[in-house]
């Protein structure tokens, strides 16, 4: 059997057609690559997506034919106006966008002031609106010369087929937009979360003056780049930047102190006015001085008229004992996975040192006032998920921490041999004596060394004897 395609034609694009004929009638006709295109019994293919498809001929009594159809993506249409959505109103009910370590619990990206991220180059701009959740709002205002109905779009991107209809809703001048049946262009690679295509919303009228495109996330939303306006018209269209109101900005938005101690909110900013949400925690003054009242967690609100709110982070830890020697093991020096917490207001300085598994290792320096013998305390918690199996001398709930660890001072080991956290409990923080030691003029190193998984360190409780 042979199979020819009507004009020659072997290449068409997404949602073009061409007639398949063969030299026999009454042919079946019949692909693989259904994903790539469709087939009819006449012989009628359709091309669905982007790809390389195969269509076969069959006829009893006859070898089959066949023929390769390229499919092409349809060129996108042009818009005549193109409008940067990074110039509306961003609003977000958290007042901020992006990760912190309380949403996702890493600390290499904080919080933004606008969901503007860089996109390694995948818009014009380099830019696109990310980071957007359920309540996040975008209003984008711009003026037209002329009342005429147009079609618009908007430039999207997401990982994966997004329905939008779920995932946000929209309203030009008040009216609302349907995204019934709409939905995100999936990537050729799923994780590439920058592949903008327009996603035509329809038409709308557009009145001579100011014109508002309201765009509101129901739930997590696709990357937005911008708004396009198709039309034949000639139109003097122009973006209204929003208004940006500027953030307080303070020099130490995460306070630790201890009982008792202060600490001065720093800020250029001035004519500020401080609250405390906890001021059983701790209180602030009319001047931004913190005060550790009990410990635990706070946050005190730094405000002025005209301007956004910042927010103070306030941990407040123990009061130190009279005559003792802290050492924070979040002052040291950190090795392989270990990795200062900041997430537990019982730690003497409301930071911790965890992730100690094997190779991992703390270094802790100090220069004492006095040389001398010293009683040493480990104040540490058990890790969480703990694979007991490995202490077989202890009762699960405890720690023992001779198999997982080694502390050395100046290079010399300090025995911890039937060392025991315990409590069982992640946070839950414990003083294990492990013996006196002697610190010499200068300065005194202690190495803890990991090879395995390890109790979370706090600190190091020195005592002159």
Not at 16 to 39: H, K, P, Y
Not at 321 to 343: D, F, K, R, S, Y
Request: proline share 4%.
């Amino acid at each position: 059997i042979v199979v020819t395609a009507a004009g020659d034609k072997k290449e068409i694009q997404v949602d073009e057609t061409v007639q398949l004929s063969a030299n026999v009638e009454g042919v079946e006709w019949s692909t693989r690559n259904d994903d790539i295109v469709s087939v009819s019994e006449t012989g009628l293919v359709t091309g669905l997506k982007a790809g390389v498809a195969r269509i076969t001929a069959k006829k009893d009594g006859y070898i089959n034919g066949s023929i390769t159809i390229t499919v092409a993506k349809a060129p996108e249409k042009a818009a005549k106006y193109a409008l940067r959505l990074e110039e509306a109103e961003h609003y977000n009910p958290n007042g901020m966008w992006g990760m912190d370590a309380s949403q996702w619990g890493m600390g290499w990206m904080g919080p933004g002031e606008t969901p503007v991220e860089d996109n390694s180059g995948a818009t014009e701009d380099g830019t696109s609106l990310g980071w957007l959740t359920a309540g996040c709002k975008e209003t984008l205002r711009f003026t037209s010369n002329k009342a005429v109905q147009v079609e618009i779009g908007i430039v999207m991107a997401y990982n994966t087929v997004m329905n939008l209809g779920t995932a946000l809703s929209i309203k030009f001048n008040d009216v609302a937009v349907s995204t019934s049946g709409l939905e995100t262009v999936a990537p050729e690679d799923p994780n590439n979360y920058y592949e903008f295509h327009p996603i035509s919303l329809g038409k709308v009228n557009l009145i001579n003056g100011t014109n508002v495109l309201e765009i509101e996330m129901i739930a997590q939303g696709p990357n937005l780049d911008k708004v396009l306006i198709y039309t034949e018209e000639d139109i003097n269209i122009a973006v209204i930047p929003a208004v940006v109101t500027p953030r307080i900005q303070v020099a130490n938005a995460d306070i630790k102190i201890k009982v008792e101690e202060t600490a001065q909110i720093e800020s250029e900013t001035e004519g500020l006015s401080y609250v405390s949400a906890n001021t059983e925690i701790a209180t602030v003054s009319a001047t931004g001085l913190v005060t550790g009242v009990a410990v635990g967690t706070t946050t005190i609100t730094v405000s002025k008229e005209g301007m956004k709110d910042a927010t103070v982070a306030v941990t407040v830890s123990p009061k130190p004992v009279a005559g003792q020697i802290v050492l924070e093991a979040e002052e040291g020096t950190l090795g392989g996975a270990a990795q200062i917490e900041n997430n537990n207001a019982q730690a003497s300085g409301g930071a911790h040192v965890g992730y100690l598994s094997a190779e991992a290792s703390l270094t802790i320096k100090y220069t004492p006032e006095n040389a001398g013998v010293y009683a040493l305390t480990l104040v540490a918690a058990s890790t969480a998920n703990l694979d007991w199996s490995q202490y077989p001398n202890v009762t699960a709930g405890d720690q023992e921490i001779a198999p997982v660890m080694t502390l050395k001072l100046n290079n010399t080991p300090i025995s911890l041999e039937g060392k025991v956290v315990t409590g069982g409990a992640f946070g839950t923080w414990v003083e294990v004596a492990l013996g006196d030691v002697t610190l010499t003029a200068g300065e005194n190193t202690f190495l803890f060394e990991f090879s395995g998984q390890a109790p979370n360190i706090d600190c190091l409780k020195l005592v002159a004897k």
